[in-house]
């Protein structure tokens, strides 16, 4: 699934193909996605686009009347192509631009979404209850700390929880506890707040530089370039179970946790 840093490099890749560009036409070729896809983004048609944001993994693409709702579920991907380029398989939505560039959503599972909020409307509910950008101030160690007093759940478990802190997913969680030296199944409320400091820093640290290097690489992800991004080769723990840590040189190992891949160093993380 992308994570937040594939999310962003995303948002960063399509925003100067179709920012300030008019929407001549909307097509969508499956509504069948996570969710029917609304006939209120056909509002859009006839709109400039006036940016694009990001909510978490949400992509938020914004006209005068309201924003259509992008989420790439665990398989899809944007791509900005000519407009008379070969439509593909599952090609499902296509924002047609009068620049002669289309926006497409491609995505074989049909795990992502297509929404509409219209302006002055209150927070759809997917939005609603997220939790603070992890690359902002409004995300810290203070906070981070006085939110996990009485939570028994691992530290793992808990800096993924949404309402927490948004888009510290499975790849990068795991990074992060290593580089701060958390084990990941820690109890939440059994660590320091020193520790909290070192792990805050350690998660904006960790995902700042998954967005400079162009997103990690996953079999489902391809930016909107078509390029792939780099930081796989950077990664310590994630997909290394059983091979040497880079710090000490002892085997990782690989146990699940929340049904998720949790790979960690017995010896550095404590």
């Known amino acids: 699934m992308p994570e937040l840093p594939e999310v962003e490099v995303t948002r960063l890749g399509i925003t100067p193909h179709i920012a300030d560009q008019t929407i001549d036409d909307i097509i ?3 509504p069948n996605m996570r969710w029917p896809i609304p006939s209120e983004v056909l509002l859009a048609k006839g709109l ?6 990001r909510r978490a993994k949400y992509l938020l693409i914004a006209t005068e009347l309201g924003s259509i709702i992008l989420h790439l579920g665990m398989s899809g991907s944007l791509s900005v192509v000519p407009t008379d380029s070969e439509i593909k398989k599952h090609d499902h939505f296509e924002l047609v631009l009068a620049n002669g560039i289309s926006l497409r959503l491609n995505d074989p599972r049909r795990f992502g979404a297509v929404l509409w909020q219209a302006v002055g409307q209150q927070a759809i509910d997917l939005l609603s209850h997220l939790g603070p950008e992890p690359l902002t101030e409004a995300f810290n160690d203070t906070r981070l700390y006085d939110m996990s007093r009485k939570k028994k759940t691992a530290v793992k478990t808990f800096i993924m929880d949404n309402k927490v802190v948004v888009g510290v997913g499975n790849i990068y969680a795991n990074e992060a506890l290593f580089m701060a030296g958390i ?3 820690r109890a939440a409320d059994n660590i320091s707040l020193a520790r909290y400091q070192k792990l805050t820093q350690c998660i904006k640290t960790v995902l700042a530089k998954a ?3 162009g997103g990690t690489t996953l079999k ?3 930016k909107a ?3 792939p991004g780099y930081f796989a080769q950077s990664l310590n723990v994630y997909g290394r179970a059983g091979l040497p840590c880079v710090s000490c040189q002892r085997e990782l190992v690989e146990i699940r946790l929340g049904q998720r891949a949790t790979v960690f160093c017995k010896h550095c993380q404590t």
Do not use: C, L
Request: hydrophobic share 30%; aromatic share 4%.
């Open 211 to 213: 967005i400079e290097q």
């Open 220 to 222: 489902d992800f391809t």
């Open 48 to 53: 400039v686009i006036q940016g694009v944001e």
């Open 183 to 185: 084990h990941p199944k």
């Open 28 to 30: 969508i070729r499956n």
């Open 225 to 227: 370039d078509g390029k």
